[in-house]
C-alpha cells in the first residue's frame, strides 16, 4: 500500500511541476568551447520577463543548462582613467590609425580614447608591438562602446580585450566608408587623448528601445505629459530630447509611472510613483540618465507655469545592454526557451564563476523565436489517458483513499496492542 501510494504521489507530482514555455529560439554558439554570452537586445526581452525568472537553456539532451544575467553600469568613473601619450594618430583612406605608448610595459585590457561627442557608430581591430615594427593581433573587430560621457561635450569610447603587456598598441578604425570617395567618407573621431581605465570593464553600452508616444497640453495645470507606451518587459536608463521651440526655456519635469494597487474586496487603485526629476534647459544637453524603469507605459510631466508648451521634435529611450553568459560544452547544441509564468528565477553556481567582464566574452547569438503550441492548442482527443485531469484527479482521490485506509489500519494495529 506504502508503495502504490508513494508511486502515485509522484506521477501527480510530475503532472503538477511540468513545464509550459510559450516561445523558443535556438542558440548559434561560437565555435569555442566554455563561457559565452549572449545580448539580451530589447527584441529578445519582449518575449521574457524584465527579471528574466522564466528563462531557461536546455541542450540537446534537454538537461537544463546554468546561466547567469550580467548588465552593465550606466558610466564609468573618470577618476579611474589612466592616460598614456598617442604618439602617432593617421588617417587614411578607409580607416583610422592610432598607436599609443606602454612604457612601463603595463598589463592592460581595455583601451579608452577620449573623443568629441558623435552618435556615429564604428568598429576596431586592436594589435600589439614591443618594438612598434612586428603588430600581433590582440582582438578582432569589435564596436567601440561608450564608457563615460563628461558634461556630454567629449566621451570615452572603449575597446577590451585579454590581459596584455605590449609597449605599444596600434588602434585600427574602420571610420571611413566612402568606397575611396572622400565626399562619401565619413568624418573620422577627433581623439583628445588615450589610456585606460583600472579596477573595472565598465563600457555602459546602450541599445534603442522602441515606444509609442502622445502628448498632452493641460492649459489649466499648466503641464504638458508626455506618455510612452513600450512593448513588453522592457527597461530604460536613458532618455533624450529634442526641442524646437521656444528658443530659450528652462522646465522642471518629473518621470513617474502610474502603479496598480489591489486590495481586498476593493476596487483596484493607481498610485503615482515618482522615478526622477530633471530639468530641461535650453543652454545644456538635453540628454539624461536616469534610475532603471520598469514599466508599459511611462509618464513624463513638464511644468510650463505661464509658459507656452514645448514643441518636442523626438524622444529617445535607451537601456543598458545585458547578457545571458552560459557555459558551452563541445558537441552540444542548446535552445532557450521562456514564457513559463510558473517558473521563479534560477540559482546556479555559475555565478561563483563568472569573473570576465562580458565584453570578454565569445559572442553567441539567438535565432528568431517561435511561439510554442499551449495546452489549449493541442486536440483533446490526441491526450494520452494519464495526462488528462481525469487521471489526475483519480490520483488524488485514491491517493486519498490509500491515506485513510493506511490511517484506519494504523489506528487499528494500535488499539490491539493496548
Not at 558634461?151 to 588602434?171: E, M, R, V, W
Request: glycine share 2%; net charge neutral; with cysteine.
Amino acid at each position: 500500500m506504502k508503495k502504490l501510494f508513494l508511486i502515485l504521489c509522484l506521477l501527480t507530482g510530475l503532472s503538477i511541476s511540468s513545464q509550459t514555455f510559450k516561445h523558443q529560439a535556438s542558440i548559434n554558439t561560437n565555435t569555442t568551447v566554455g563561457l559565452q554570452k549572449i545580448e539580451m537586445t530589447p527584441s529578445h526581452k519582449q518575449f521574457m520577463k524584465s527579471n528574466f525568472c522564466d528563462v531557461r537553456i536546455f541542450d540537446s539532451s534537454q538537461v537544463e543548462i546554468p546561466y547567469i544575467i550580467l548588465s552593465e553600469p550606466v558610466v564609468k568613473s573618470k577618476t579611474d582613467f589612466i592616460e598614456y601619450p598617442i604618439i602617432s594618430q593617421k588617417h587614411f583612406g578607409t580607416y583610422t590609425e592610432i598607436i599609443i605608448e606602454n612604457k612601463n610595459h603595463d598589463k592592460l585590457s581595455n583601451i579608452a580614447f577620449n573623443i568629441n561627442n558623435s552618435d556615429a557608430l564604428k568598429y576596431c581591430s586592436i594589435e600589439g608591438s614591443n618594438d612598434a615594427k612586428q603588430w600581433y593581433t590582440v582582438s578582432a573587430l569589435q564596436e567601440l562602446s561608450l564608457s563615460y560621457n563628461e558634461n556630454y561635450t567629449n566621451q570615452y569610447k572603449c575597446i577590451y580585450f585579454p590581459l596584455n603587456d605590449y609597449a605599444y598598441f596600434k588602434l585600427l578604425i574602420d571610420d571611413w566608408k566612402g568606397f575611396g570617395i572622400d565626399w562619401l567618407s565619413e568624418a573620422p573621431f577627433k581623439v583628445n587623448s588615450a589610456g585606460y581605465f583600472k579596477n573595472s570593464f565598465i563600457s555602459g553600452k546602450l541599445n534603442s528601445v522602441s515606444f509609442l508616444q502622445s502628448i498632452t497640453t493641460d492649459s489649466k495645470a499648466k503641464t504638458t505629459t508626455v506618455k510612452l507606451t513600450f512593448n513588453n518587459n522592457q527597461s530604460i536608463n536613458h532618455i533624450e530630447f529634442s526641442v524646437s521651440n521656444p528658443r530659450l526655456f528652462l522646465r522642471e519635469a518629473v518621470i513617474y509611472t502610474l502603479d496598480e494597487v489591489k486590495e481586498k474586496n476593493k476596487p483596484s487603485r493607481f498610485v503615482r510613483n515618482t522615478n526622477c526629476t530633471f530639468e530641461l534647459n535650453s543652454e545644456k544637453p538635453l540628454i539624461f540618465d536616469i534610475p532603471e524603469v520598469l514599466s508599459r507605459e511611462v509618464f513624463i510631466e513638464i511644468v510650463n507655469n505661464d509658459n507656452q508648451a514645448l514643441q518636442i521634435d523626438s524622444i529617445k529611450c535607451k537601456q543598458l545592454a545585458s547578457y545571458l553568459v552560459f557555459d558551452v560544452a563541445k558537441n552540444k547544441s542548446y535552445t532557450l526557451k521562456c514564457g513559463d509564468e510558473k517558473l521563479n528565477r534560477p540559482t546556479y553556481d555559475l555565478i561563483n564563476f563568472v569573473k570576465e567582464s562580458p565584453q570578454l566574452l565569445p559572442a553567441a547569438t539567438l535565432s528568431e523565436f517561435k511561439e510554442l503550441a499551449t495546452d489549449a492548442a493541442v486536440a483533446a482527443p490526441e491526450k494520452k489517458f494519464y495526462e488528462t485531469k481525469l487521471f489526475l484527479w483519480i490520483c488524488v482521490i485514491i491517493g486519498a483513499l490509500a491515506i485513510a485506509l493506511f490511517s484506519y489500519k494504523l489506528m487499528k494495529d494500535m488499539k490491539g496492542n493496548e
